[in-house]
């Protein structure tokens, strides 16, 4: 995989998880190499959701996706 075919899958997941959530931005979506866990905690921060929610939602948006 390039990594433009890996930030379009992340583009389309990170709609996926706004049309979930629409309270997230795009910043608040920012994926950063190792920075998982700074990017969930933001995330549950904005929805209010539980860290394993939000876990979920996002494997589910990649998964259809990012595989």
């Not at 390039?2 to 997941?13: H, P, Q």
């Not at 608040?28 to 929610?53: F, N, S």
């Amino acid at each position: 995989m390039t990594t433009l075919e890996i930030k379009g899958d992340w583009n389309i997941a990170k709609g996926k998880l706004k049309q979930k959530w629409a309270k997230l931005t795009d910043d608040d979506l920012q994926y950063v190499d190792g920075k998982k866990d700074e990017l969930l905690g933001r995330i549950q921060k904005r929805t209010g959701e539980t860290r394993e929610a939000v876990e979920k939602a996002v494997k589910e948006s990649c998964s259809t996706c990012c595989n």
